[in-house]
């Protein structure tokens, strides 16, 4: 059973809102996967998870893609971990990602349809798109219980 | 005092002698940032297994060109964050196994740290206190430096560093890997007039930066102007390339300037990867010398990541009786303004 659902947002302060709405039913072991061009505010919505995982709100989520990793104190420790640099899965591998991904924490993982067997089987796939300057279509997408469960949730 | 400084916390494996946190005796970069990558970044030296297979040989080389043996040093400073932990504990580990061996002290340091004593590589250095502006691929961040581990963090970027909107911009017009030099060089040829991009100062007074705005701005004009070639001829790449640089610019030097005339300091320094820039180098020193404030900036090899700058950090931790205990673990995370004197945890 896949279940998906649309939404759109006009800023990026509703962006985050809609990330903290997420963030906030998310649990240790569940996985978020983001795919979206350059722009289209995958770190925007990370912001807000942060946020919804109970992350300092003074703490500044910026983007992984030059550290590959970055790592946030919340209810449950926040993974935002980037692939933008990498070449192929072995460098993944290698360079000890895969690691955070079973490791306790909640994962945010950009880029994540560049290898998308890499992505644990209960993951949420959140495809972000830019329609026009000031919107950001968001389309979220689960198959496992749990990640169906989820984005349910997030509907309601 | 001869100390070997050691730096695995990202792309690159390095390693450099230093005399008395003056004189650099050897530094040497493992690098492979010259091999260009199909998805515009850089072919990751990052693995730890990359470190394992090169730290070796870079450490002696380092004491090679020092003409120094490993019994000539007095202490070795390793970076112990922040940066990812699989490459981090490569350069620790091998910095405690001599420190253990030869019973010399180990000293763990900032990454950053090292960055923002990188101006005291070279012969002119600031007096304290001075304001730095850290700009790299990694971090675009605003200190003030009120002395020797005494550093108070004015602003940073909420969202991508200034090096990453290089990067990400070269990406989008089709240029490659590294970006900041790709986009200097083509910039030269091109008018920053032609396009004009977003400036994100943020509120009034503010120090802290964002350039995902800006990179966004420009993938959406990009964008246009691709499918649109007839109405836009006028506009070549390097004209975007321009426009989108001076964008960045404009801000950066607000801000130095801000911070620095705020806080009236009568030094700043330009520090990091993109301090490599000659046009930013040149535009900051400008705008600072116009409020009388003189701008320190590190030879290009000394503002990309390297060694020597770790072994500096550690010789002044070292002076000030901080040695680290052969316990000591490496730290992703790693806030430099929070190290004011000894008090650290671990």
């Known amino acids: ?156 | 005092m001869n100390i070997l400084g050691i730096d695995t916390s990202c792309d690159d494996t390095s390693a450099a002698v230093v005399g008395n946190g003056r004189q650099v005796l050897s530094s040497i970069v493992n690098s492979q940032v010259s091999i260009h990558h199909p998805y515009g970044g850089v072919v990751p030296e990052l693995a730890s297994r990359e470190h394992v297979g090169s730290i070796s040989s870079v450490v002696d080389r380092a004491l090679q060109q020092a003409t120094l043996s490993i019994d000539d040093l007095d202490a070795i400073a390793v970076t112990i964050g922040p940066g990812l932990v699989g490459a981090l504990l490569v350069g620790l580990y091998y910095a405690k196994g001599i420190c253990f061996s030869k019973r010399i002290p180990l000293i763990g340091v900032n990454h950053l740290e090292g960055h923002i004593l990188s101006v005291f590589l070279e012969k002119e250095v600031p007096t304290f206190p001075f304001v730095v502006l850290t700009v790299s691929g990694g971090h675009t961040s605003l200190f003030h430096v009120k002395d020797f581990g005494n550093y108070e963090l004015l602003g940073q970027t909420l969202d991508d560093a200034a090096g990453e909107a290089f990067d990400k911009v070269a990406k989008i017009l089709g240029l490659g890997y590294p970006g900041g030099p790709i986009i200097e060089e083509l910039a030269r040829s091109g008018s920053e007039d032609k396009v004009h991009f977003p400036r994100a100062y943020l509120e009034q007074g503010s120090l802290d930066f964002s350039f995902s705005g800006l990179k966004t701005s420009v993938a959406l004009f990009v964008k246009e102007w691709r499918q649109s070639n007839k109405q836009h001829a006028t506009i070549k790449v390097a004209d975007i390339a321009a426009s989108f640089q001076s964008a960045v610019f404009d801000v950066l030097v607000q801000k130095i300037v801000e911070a620095s005339t705020r806080l009236g300091v009568s030094c700043a320094a330009l520090v990091g990867g993109v301090a490599c820039n000659r046009a930013l180098r040149e535009c900051v020193k400008q705008a600072t010398l116009e409020k009388g404030i003189r701008l320190y900036c590190p030879r290009p090899q000394y503002c990309t990541d390297n060694a020597a700058m770790i072994a500096v950090a550690g010789f002044h931790r070292l002076l000030n009786g901080e040695k680290a205990d052969l316990s000591i673990d490496v730290r992703s995370k790693f806030p430099v303004e929070n190290m004011v004197g000894a008090k650290r945890s671990r």
Do not use: C
């Open chain 1, 1 to 156: 059973m896949i279940k998906e659902f649309k939404i759109i947002t006009n800023s990026g302060k509703e962006t985050i809102r809609l990330g903290q709405s997420l963030g906030s039913l998310l649990t240790a072991g569940d996985v978020v996967g983001l795919v979206g061009e350059l722009g289209s505010g995958k770190t925007w919505l990370t912001k807000g998870i942060a946020l919804g995982l109970g992350v300092d709100p003074a703490t500044v989520v910026t983007s992984p893609s030059f550290a590959l990793v970055n790592e946030y104190e919340g209810r449950v420790t926040l993974y935002h971990i980037d692939v933008y640099r990498l070449g192929n899965v072995a460098e993944f591998i290698s360079a000890g990602l895969e690691e955070y991904l079973y490791a306790g924490g909640v994962v945010v993982l950009e880029w994540a349809d560049r290898w998308p067997e890499i992505l644990p089987e209960n993951s949420i796939r959140v495809e972000l798109s830019i329609p026009n300057e000031n919107e950001r279509l968001i389309k979220f997408a689960a198959i496992h219980p749990r990640a169906v469960q989820i984005i349910e949730s997030l509907r309601a």
